[in-house]
Nanobody, 127 residues
Framework: VQLQASGGGLVQAGGSLRLSCAAS????????MGWFRQAPGKEREFVAA????????YYADSVKGRFTGSRDNAKNTLYLQMNSLKPEDTAVYYC?????????????????????WGQGTQVTVSS
């Protein structure tokens, strides 16, 4: 399994970015997926979990109402739409594969629950 994240960049506060994560393999739709981020000197933190169908999502409080996770299983692609970006959103963003058949999204908030990770994409928000 390979995950390739893209879409990061430099944006001003209040702006938007859309991250993508392309997955290899034919079983993408069997797995819950997640987004995490890691700022310099900080631990990797949970951002969003997306159910197998994309019909359910769960977010960290810090991004709730501003970020939207989605997926297109026909394209084996995961997305994170980020609006109203703040300087504190600056980090490397990672996509990751969660539990197979997983449906308890609120429980999938720690890195140890994810087994494959993308390489990360840098998001920098200037004030």
């Amino acid at each position: 399994v390979q995950l390739q994240a893209s879409g990061g960049g430099l944006v001003q506060a209040g702006g938007s970015l859309r991250l993508s994560c392309a997955a290899s393999g034919r079983t993408f739709s069997n797995y819950a997926m997640g987004w995490f981020r890691q700022a310099p000197g900080k631990e990797r933190e949970f951002v969003a979990a997306i159910s197998r169908s994309g019909g359910s999502t769960y977010y960290a409080d810090s991004v709730k109402g501003r970020f939207t996770g989605s997926r297109d299983n026909a394209k084996n692609t995961l997305y994170l739409q980020m609006n109203s970006l703040k300087p504190e959103d600056t980090a490397v963003y990672y996509c990751a594969r969660g539990p197979m058949w997983g449906s308890q999204l609120a429980a999938y908030t720690t890195p140890g629950q994810y087994d494959y990770w993308g390489q990360g994409t840098q998001v920098t928000v200037s004030s």
